[in-house]
């Protein structure tokens, strides 16, 4: 198993990475001396194959544990489904000290850490993703919330989890897509942060794919690493966790505008990280070369790295950019690359740049 610890004073907790690890939750939660009483949320295709194994574990340490079950898909990322959650954790007689568990992928994991934040002005919680693109990116750093019509994670909280337990055993049952989709947010992070790690993903993409125990350890723990020492500097995004949102900005733009579901989001920012490298090429200089690299690392993983996008689309998706929580004063600000391992954050870009890297 390997550890990595996110920096965040009082707040601050271990990520666990490896094998077998749900039995292993009770005594963990046991550990962090919470309360009884306990509610696990989960999503009814993650429960069918994890929720019993998670139950066992939790009753077998002397917890209390109810199961809340949401549907599966970005729609249960709402306010609507928040209200839900907390109604069921009332009628379960939830306390201060009892305490939730979110199985799943990122839209369990954000909505149930919303809920625990919410819930009787915040109570704990303790993430077992589920998913590799929740392992490696939307369980760490503390980041909750839910969906508007008019854009994504508009409504939410900074709210640390106690533990992010990530056991690499639960991608056996995660379907292709849903895999592959993660491996957008792992080539992230070669991109921003660390270009040992890139080439690492160029030579090790098979064994990748493949779904290699050895690999993924490495790799997930490597993101992980990468991540807590982000959120360790800047845990609300007041500066350097924005380099984070890589690709997001027309990620997250295609995912509001297509209707959610439509494109996984690890597909989204696939489609967005390429347009970034392009217009970073433009803007800031990256080699063409760098820029050849990523896109043909996103086209080798199964990824998509471009939309068709006719006259209503796009004017649907320019208008779901300036809704992103990234605005400032109307201005749409992008994440850019120096080169591989390198991003600046905060760059203006004109929309006439845009439609342009967009085709």
């Keep these: 198993m390997r550890i990595v610890q996110v920096p965040l004073g009082n707040r601050s907790y271990a990520i666990k990475v490896g094998d077998d690890l749900l039995p292993r939750l009770g005594a963990e939660c046991a550990r962090l001396k919470l309360g009884r009483r306990c509610a696990v949320i989960t999503d009814a295709n993650v429960g069918r194959h994890h929720a019993k194994a998670v139950l066992k574990s939790l009753a077998a340490s002397g917890f209390e544990p109810v199961l809340i079950t949401v549907p599966a898909g970005e ?9 839900k959650c907390h109604d069921q954790l009332a009628a379960h007689r939830l306390e ?161 505008s297509s209707g959610y579901g439509k494109y996984l989001h690890g597909e989204a920012i696939s489609i967005g990280q390429v ?13 063409s070369a760098d820029v050849a690299r990523i896109e043909k690392l996103f086209v080798r993983s199964g990824l998509p790295v471009k939309i068709r996008l006719d006259a209503a689309r796009r004017k649907k998706l320019f208008a779901a950019m300036k809704l992103d929580k990234k605005v400032s004063d109307g201005e749409v600000k992008f994440v850019l690359a120096q080169k591989l391992g390198k991003v600046t954050w905060g760059q203006r870009v004109s929309s006439a740049l845009i439609e342009q890297v967009l085709g």
Aim: aromatic content about 6%.
């Design 275 to 287: 347009a970034a490298a392009k217009l970073s090429h433009t803007i800031l200089g990256l080699p």
């Design 75 to 83: 729609k249960s990322k709402r306010v609507a489904m928040v209200e």
């Design 96 to 256: 201060r000290n009892s305490f939730i568990v979110a199985l799943g992928g990122g839209v369990v994991g954000d909505l149930a850490g919303f809920v625990a934040a919410t819930y009787l002005r915040g109570i704990p919680f303790v993430q077992v993703p589920t998913t590799l693109l929740a392992q490696v990116d939307s369980s760490v750093g503390g980041k909750t919330g839910v969906n508007l019509k008019s854009g994504k994670n508009l409504v939410g909280a900074f709210y640390q989890p106690r533990l992010v337990l990530c056991d690499l055993d639960t991608f056996r049952t995660l379907p292709k897509r849903e895999y592959i989709s993660g491996l957008a947010e792992v080539i992230k992070y070669g991109i921003i942060h660390d270009a040992v790690l890139f080439a690492q993903l160029e030579r090790n993409l098979p064994k990748l794919l493949q779904r290699d125990p050895a690999t993924l350890r490495d790799v997930v723990a490597r993101c992980c690493e990468i991540k807590a020492d982000v959120v360790g500097q800047d845990e609300t995004e007041g500066g350097l966790r924005a380099i984070l949102n890589f690709g997001h900005t027309i990620g997250h733009a295609i995912e509001n």
